[in-house]
DNA sequence: GATTATAGCGCG
DNA sequence: AAAGCGCGCTATAATC
């Protein structure tokens, strides 16, 4: 059963949705005053409801404050931005736009939060049936039609599933021991200075690193001072990024690099970081559900998505429970494989190890070697060790290696290219196509038409990337979405033990995404069967996307008190 | 003083 | 080994 949520002129107001409705405008509007109303009010079975309403992010967490689970939804909004490059008719509706973020607000339902849009009942059901008329092939269409409707209609529920997911994340969030990364960074730093400046063990490295180049003092937060004082000091670099200064021999190279790392620590994931994002023992990152342009999540704020892994033994499970930690083993060369139907690269896959796979199938020499071979085609190298690798690499796989350089070739002609479900690549900018454009007539010179050929292979490279990043990230959102399911009714013997339509504290539920990472945080005697329900729903969401492709999804799979024990 | 841009580094 | 994708964040530097 379908229900929209939105808002009337009394309040928030909810409305049924039949599946006879073919476009009239009768609906049933019911005033709802609690949350739990919005449930009980329908007289439905709660895991029968899919809530079509405007945007997760805005009204999810509200309801989770209020102890309710939601099962399925439609997010329109995030639906909407995947549909617009598909169906004229919803491009460019500014009322369907990504919203901007909200400024710190306690969320209370019902309450007046000033600026927040809130989108009438009448529209959300409007746009809901806009939406569902593009995501239906017309009598006429053929298989082809058929097939790409129906990955939309997966695509669009694992993206309004993963908005689900991240509000609940952010709602559990991630267990974190202030009091460990506190010793942590008084152990690596010196203790934290009361009234700001450098703590003692950095300052000393900084004295360190003044005191080794010997021409003078300045400030090594400045890399313009630095570069000078490199440069005074005779060593020959042109920046003064880590990689470079690798390679110089020189005293004053190792308590730079030592400085740069602590600096680095105490600026992004300091003592001000644990203020800010750690409450009450979890860091609760504002995750941004498909904000990125392949389709993989962005955060806001937190930088949950680059935390070092030198902090990672500060996430902690609570007592009597555990950590279950999970990442999928070469996720990307792997979608790829499945995507391009690719047996001999699918055979490679058959391990645990992808790139050992590629050794003893006799396609390069080493591991280290298949890894660089496989990114630099994921990438696209040219040069270098990866370029070099490439053409043992089309010849033993050319159906994956030719399904990347087709979405190569595609974005070089300014062409878009999609996911294997249908998400779409952006255009290149405007100054892009005026350059090839201009490349391509008399007037360009030898400089201009070097310069469209170097910007062409740029957007190639991005294209080339964006359909196997962009699959891999669908792939992360329909495993996400099975294990939330398989967890919902992990350690109950009976159905009716679960309670759909509450949010459960006590039961093992998802506390972190990282891409091709999840981490559940799981009562100790279900740790066990959440790690299997992890491993469960990773061949379900590639048996999902691909079907029987002869793709193995492999996982790491760890069960932990610390996210530090993890490799 | 408030803003935008850039360098650098963290993550996948 | 240092080339080749996607990000967010924080500092300093540049600009208004």
Redesign the pocket.
């Known amino acids: 059963m379908d229900v929209a949520v939105g808002y009337d002129d009394g309040g928030l107001a909810t409305a049924v949705l039949t599946d006879a409705d073919d476009g009239h405008d009768g609906y049933q509007a019911l005033r709802v005053r609690q949350p739990a109303d919005i449930a009980a009010g329908l007289g439905a079975d709660i895991r029968t409801v899919r809530w079509i309403w405007a945007d997760t992010a805005a009204i999810y967490p509200r309801l989770l404050a209020a102890g309710v689970r939601v099962e399925r939804c439609h997010d329109l909004r995030l639906c909407h931005a995947i549909l617009a490059g598909h169906d004229n008719r919803l491009l460019d509706d500014p009322r369907w736009r990504r919203r901007e973020p909200e400024p710190d607000h306690e969320p209370t339902l019902l309450d007046d939060q000033p600026g927040e849009d809130r989108m009438a009942l009448a529209e959300v059901v409007a746009e809901y049936r806009r939406q569902r008329r593009a995501l239906v092939a017309g009598p006429t269409a053929g298989d082809e039609d058929r097939i790409r409707c129906a990955k939309l209609r997966l695509l669009l529920s694992a993206e309004s599933a993963g908005s689900l997911v991240a509000a609940e994340m952010a709602f559990h969030g991630l267990p974190w021991d202030a009091e460990v990364h506190d010793r942590q960074l008084t152990e690596l730093l010196g203790p934290r200075p009361r009234y700001g400046g450098r703590p003692d063990k950095l300052q000393a490295v900084a004295d360190r690193l003044v005191a080794a180049l010997e021409v003078g003092s300045f400030?090594p937060?400045?890399?313009?001072?630095?570069?000078h004082a490199l440069h005074r000091a005779g060593i020959d670099v042109h920046?003064?990024?880590?990689?470079?200064?690798?390679?110089i021999d020189h005293p004053a190279i190792e308590p730079l690099?030592e400085y740069?790392?602590l600096?680095?620590?105490?600026?992004?994931n300091?003592w001000?970081?644990l203020d800010?994002w750690v409450k009450d023992g979890r860091f609760r990152?504002?995750y941004?559900v498909g904000?990125?342009?392949?389709g993989?999540w962005?955060?806001?704020?937190?930088?949950?998505?680059?935390?070092?892994?030198?902090l990672r033994r500060a996430s902690r499970a609570d007592p009597g429970w555990k950590l279950v930690v999970a990442?999928?083993a070469q996720?990307e060369p792997r979608v790829l494989a499945a995507m391009a139907r690719d047996d001999q690269l699918a055979t490679a896959a058959r391990g645990r190890d992808l790139y050992q796979g590629l050794v003893d199938g006799g396609v390069v020499d080493t591991r280290?070697h298949a890894k660089?071979a496989m990114?630099?085609a994921?990438?696209?190298?040219?040069?270098?060790?990866?370029?070099q690798l490439m053409p043992r690499l089309v010849s033993a796989y050319p159906r994956a290696t030719g399904l990347v350089e087709d979405a190569a070739r595609s974005g070089e002609r300014g062409e878009i290219v999609s996911t294997f479900l249908g998400r779409r690549s952006p255009l290149p900018p405007d100054s892009w196509r005026e350059l090839q454009h201009f490349a391509g007539s008399g007037d360009a010179s030898a400089d201009d038409v070097r310069r469209a050929r170097q910007q062409a292979r740029?957007w190639g490279?991005?294209t080339?990337?964006?359909v196997v990043?962009g699959t891999a990230a669908e792939w992360a959102l329909c495993w996400m979405a099975g294990l939330r399911q398989r967890l919902l009714v992990l350690g109950s013997s009976t159905p009716d033990d679960v309670d759909h339509g509450a949010i459960d504290c006590g039961r093992a539920h998802l506390v972190y995404f990282?891409?091709?990472?999840v981490i559940v945080h799981a009562p100790a005697a279900l740790a066990e069967s959440a790690a299997a329900a992890i491993v469960e729903s990773a061949t379900a969401a590639g048996q999902l996307l691909f079907g029987d492709c002869g793709v193995e999804f492999a996982l790491d799979v760890d069960i932990v008190d610390s996210y530090g024990e993890v490799s």
């Open positions: 400030n937060d400045s890399p313009v001072e630095l570069l920046s003064t990024r880590k990689w470079e200064l690798q390679r690099l740069k790392k600096s680095r620590l105490l600026a992004a300091g001000a970081w800010t990152p504002d941004v904000g990125v342009v392949t993989r962005a955060t806001s704020g937190g930088g949950a998505l680059q935390l070092p892994k030198q990442d999928a996720l280290a660089v990114l630099g994921l990438y696209g190298a040219t040069t270098g060790q990866g370029g740029d490279r991005f080339r990337n964006f990043q990282l891409h091709d990472e």
